[in-house]
């Protein structure tokens, strides 16, 4: 410390030789330029822990700032989807007198396709569901008996007319419709099914076995007809018949399509 504060010049007219002088200057500059040193023992102990410290230091929010952070994230994400996706008022339920129009102008469409081709079914099927839904019956079934008329083999036309038959009762009626229809085409199954359902109603067995067995060619994984099948084989006293039919059922319970 004391040859720090001594000036260059004094050192050097005190020092007589050159060897001697660039020894005091080294020196002199060492002390006042390098840094002052830890020693080893306190340098490892406390650089080592600080190092790992701070390598696995991750900066971490509390609680409150967290779930500060949450609400307003989830505020503003709210205020996002509302301002873009929700609309200010939800849409205002229509009113009965403009639902009645607008089914009037949906019969009025229907009726139009009806006119422009009276050979489709199609149309009439259509118009058939719309009278369903408004909940008159007698168009409706007037409408499935034309389509039927155009077309025996549109299933869903006739399920729909012969359901609407039951539901007021008019047993007759749906079996006139179903002969009918099986008459006219070998392939509307729909009409043997109903058929045989209605004559296994009836007691009458030969026939039921007839529509059925008919109507199984339809419908090969329909569980109830091979037991409909089965009950009329067994009330004529065909008993190994009656049995292969149970069996039948019980395969396209067990397994599905089985007898496919």
């Given at each position: 410390k004391f040859l720090a504060q001594v000036p260059t010049v004094l050192l050097l007219s005190l020092l007589p030789s050159d060897?001697?002088?660039?020894?005091t200057l080294s020196a002199l500059h060492r002390s006042t330029t390098a840094?002052?040193?830890?020693?080893?023992?306190a340098s490892s102990s406390s650089s080592a822990p600080l190092t790992r410290i701070h390598s696995s230091f991750k900066p971490t929010q509390s609680a409150a700032d967290s779930s500060a952070a949450r609400r307003s994230t989830s505020?503003?994400?709210a205020r996002d989807s509302e301002g873009s996706a929700l609309p200010a008022h939800p849409p205002a339920p229509m009113s009965a007198p403009a639902a009645k129009q607008g089914a009037e102008e949906e019969a009025e469409r229907l009726l139009a396709a009806a006119k422009l081709n009276?050979?489709?079914g199609g149309p009439f099927r259509s118009l058939g569901h719309h009278y369903?839904?408004?909940?008159?019956?007698?168009?409706?079934?007037?409408?499935f008996e034309r389509a039927v008329a155009l077309d025996p083999d549109d299933a869903e036309s006739g399920e729909a007319l012969c359901d609407l038959l039951d539901a007021e009762g008019k047993e007759s009626l749906e079996l006139a419709v179903c002969k009918e229809a099986a008459g006219k085409s070998p392939r509307a199954f729909w009409a043997f099914r109903r058929l045989g359902y209605l004559q296994v109603h009836q007691k009458k067995w030969s026939d039921a076995i007839q529509s059925l067995q008919h109507s199984i060619r339809g419908y090969p994984t329909c569980a109830d007809l091979w037991e409909?099948?089965?009950?009329?084989?067994?009330r004529l006293g065909m008993f190994t018949a009656a049995v292969k039919s149970h069996m039948g059922e019980l395969l396209n319970l067990i397994v599905p399509g089985s007898l496919l």
């Open positions: 060897g001697a002088i660039h020894l840094p002052k040193r830890i020693p080893p023992s505020s503003t994400a009276p050979n489709d369903a839904r408004a909940g008159d019956a007698q168009r409706a079934a007037r409408c409909a099948l089965g009950l009329a084989y067994h």
